[in-house]
T-cell receptor, first 114, second 117 residues
Framework: QKEVEQDPGPLSVPEGAIVSLNCTYSNSAFQYFMWYRQYSRKGPELLMY????GNKEDGRFTAQVDKSSKYISLFIRDSQPSDSATYLC??????????????FGSGTQLTVLP | NAGVMQNPRHLVRRRGQEARLRCSPM?????VYWYRQLPEEGLKFMVYLQKENIIDESGMPKERFSAEFPKEGPSILRIQQVVRGDSAAYFC???????????????FGSGTRLTVV
């Protein structure tokens, strides 16, 4: 069993739709949760960063973390064709020291159709 | 302010040759991380370095792979005697000292795509 599970998709939605992306994890030591967006042939870029449980909103993006269920979500409102990319969840047990490594999900490929 | 610079962008090697991948971190960043992305898979951690020190190499294969981050110059990921299974995208990331947060998280480069023929 992988430490982080993510549905690879592909996911295709019409422009303006609400998109829900999810990851589950098995390591209860994870405390830091991130969502990255990766365009084709590019490096990942950080979208959202959350510590422990709760919600965080940034513009059209909302990240949710439920540590009791070991489940994290990313919601994209009013999706745009420019949101078409692969979305990767990532998590870490620590933000400092030797435990800075991130454990990534396999990514969900999203296409927003105009 | 240039981002994380990786070169070459594409690298083709024959089986048995050596591959050297370079990474120059962002200005002011003293921590470097290497990740590997195989087709249809997420990024897998390989190694975490600070200047002249390997902090965590728990993700590095035991043989043929090595990494360094010298006092001067870029970080180098070296793969000796490459095999077809080494074909992947290799990403470098950097971060400043201190705790990782939304403001000081990793910044990834655009990667080096290694193809072993």
């Amino acid at each position: 069993q992988k430490e982080v599970e993510q549905d690879p998709g592909p996911l295709s939605v019409p422009e303006g739709a609400i998109v829900s992306l999810n990851c589950t994890y098995s390591n209860s030591a994870f405390q830091y949760f991130m969502w990255y967006r990766q365009y084709s042939r590019k490096g990942p870029e950080l979208l959202m960063y959350t510590y422990s449980s709760g919600n965080k909103e940034d513009g059209r993006f909302t990240a949710q973390v439920d540590k009791s269920s070991k489940y994290i979500s990313l919601f994209i409102r009013d999706s745009q064709p420019s949101d078409s990319a692969t979305y990767l969840c990532a998590m870490s047990a620590s933000s400092s020291g030797s435990a800075r490594q991130l454990t990534f999900g396999s990514g969900t490929q999203l296409t927003v159709l105009p | 302010n240039a981002g994380v610079m990786q070169n070459p962008r594409h690298l083709v090697r024959r089986r048995g040759q050596e591959a050297r991948l370079r990474c120059s971190p962002m200005k002011g960043h003293s921590h470097v991380y290497w990740y590997r992305q195989l087709p249809e898979e997420g990024l897998k951690f390989m190694v975490y370095l600070q200047k002249e020190n390997i902090i965590d190499e728990s993700g590095m294969p035991k043989e043929r792979f090595s990494a360094e981050f010298p006092k001067e110059g870029p970080s180098i990921l070296r793969i000796q005697q490459v095999v077809r299974g080494d074909s992947a995208a290799y990403f470098c990331a950097s971060s400043p000292p201190g705790q990782i947060s939304a403001n000081y998280g990793y910044t990834f480069g655009s990667g080096t795509r290694l193809t072993v023929v």
